[in-house]
Every structure is written in structure tokens, then in C-alpha cells.
């Protein structure tokens, strides 16, 4: 059965601080992708990365970088020089082949000015 | 840009009472999920269509909640009746094809059960 856990319930950073959020999950298939969403307060989820288990290869995307790591499960999201406009609760989510997408608990991130 | 589009925004019932919510997908996607998000937890998802067809409804309570995707587009979740333990997010999705795709999703409805 496919699992993620996000360890880290809530993190409080000052604005312009790295912040990392983790992300380890467990499946049994050797093809699935991994996800993050982030939920601002507003409610809606918004996509922010794609992954599937073939590709390793880190991602970059203006401030925000991806740490996909098949050794350890982990895929872990890190916001360079944060800003009060990252505060939101971030999901990492797990779907195998043809299957439903599972989410972590969340992580309550907050962004202090 | 496109948008999931859902109604309404926010829903106040009373115990045994029946309400609905309305989704309409980003055109083009043929598959739609309904999904239930407690506070301080992930969504969990309650049913998948892929076009009108119910391809995952596990986890949705069958004695009280029904949903429908009648022409594969727009779908409507019930619950008829509504329990306190009922009070959520209620989220729609959509995506072009299965899980393993991004989803996009809609501001959603919040359920309160009085």
C-alpha cells in the first residue's frame, strides 16, 4: 500500500530564510509519481511539481527546488529566501501506476515579515 | 486560464438535512475526483469518474453520499443526510488522464453541519 508521511506539522521561518519541507513516502511499485500542492489560506490546492520515479534528477524553479532522492524515499521541497506570500499548508502526495493519489498530513508553513 | 469551477463556496445544513455540490471540470479533462479534506488532515478522495464512469468509489459512503457524472462533464456529490461528522472541505479535481497526473483543482466547498 502507497503511504506518505510528512513529518514536520508546522514550521515557523523569518521572511527571506531557506526553508526545507520533507516529504518520505512508501510504495511497492517500481513506477509512481510524486507530487507537491500547496493550500494557501484561500483553500484551493495549487499543482506545483510532477515527478515520476525514473527521473531523479533535482529540479529548480525560481525560488523553489526539488530533492527527489530513490535511496532514502524522500522528496523534498526547499523554498529559497522565503516570503510572507509562501505561507500556506504544502502537501507531498504519492500516486502508483494507474492508481488514486495519496497526500501527507500537510505542513503548515509560516512566514514571519 | 482554465479553472475548476465549484458551488456553492460555502454550505451551512442542519443534521438529517440533504445538500449537494456542483463541479464543473477544466474542459477536456476527462477524469473528475470528489474529494473530502477534514481539517488538519490530506484530501482523501472519496470517488474518481473517468468520463461518466465511476472508476474508484472505495472510500465514498454509499449509504449517504452518491455522486454523478451523467454526461461526462460537470458532476453533483449528495448527502442525504448529513451527519455532524460531515462538516469538511469538499474538494473537486480534474486531470487529463488517471492519479498519475497532475490534477487541478477547484476552490472547493465548505460543508458545515449544524
Known amino acids: 500500500a502507497q503511504k506518505v508521511t510528512q513529518a514536520q506539522t508546522e514550521i515557523s521561518v523569518v521572511e527571506k530564510e531557506d526553508v526545507t519541507l520533507d516529504c518520505v513516502y512508501e510504495t511497492r511499485d517500481t513506477t509512481y509519481y510524486l507530487f507537491w500542492y500547496k493550500q494557501p489560506p484561500s483553500g484551493e490546492l495549487v499543482f506545483l511539481i510532477r515527478r515520476n520515479s525514473f527521473d531523479e534528477q533535482n529540479e529548480i524553479s525560481g525560488r523553489y527546488s526539488w530533492n527527489f532522492q530513490k535511496s532514502t524515499s524522500s522528496f523534498n521541497f526547499t523554498i529559497t529566501a522565503s516570503q510572507v506570500v509562501d505561507s500556506a499548508v504544502y502537501f507531498c502526495?504519492?500516486?502508483?501506476?494507474?492508481?488514486?493519489?495519496?497526500f501527507g498530513k500537510g505542513i503548515t508553513l509560516s512566514v514571519r515579515p | 486560464e482554465a479553472e475548476v469551477a465549484q458551488s456553492p463556496r460555502y454550505k451551512i445544513t442542519e443534521k438529517s438535512q440533504a445538500v449537494a455540490f456542483w463541479c464543473d471540470p477544466i474542459s477536456g479533462h476527462a477524469t473528475l475526483y470528489w474529494y473530502r479534506q477534514i481539517l488538519g488532515q490530506g484530501p482523501e478522495l472519496l470517488v474518481q469518474?473517468?468520463?461518466?464512469?465511476?472508476?474508484?468509489d472505495s472510500q465514498l459512503p454509499k449509504d449517504r453520499f452518491s455522486a454523478e457524472r451523467l454526461k461526462g462533464v460537470d458532476s453533483t456529490l449528495k448527502i442525504q443526510p448529513a451527519e455532524l461528522g460531515d462538516s469538511a472541505m469538499y474538494l473537486c479535481?480534474?486531470?487529463?488522464?488517471?492519479?498519475?497526473?497532475?490534477?487541478?483543482f477547484g476552490p472547493g466547498t465548505r460543508l458545515t453541519v449544524t
Open positions: 502526495a504519492l500516486a502508483e501506476s494507474n492508481s488514486k493519489l495519496t
Open positions: 479535481a480534474s486531470s487529463w488522464s488517471d492519479g498519475t497526473y497532475e490534477q487541478y
Open positions: 469518474f473517468q468520463d461518466e464512469s465511476v472508476v474508484d
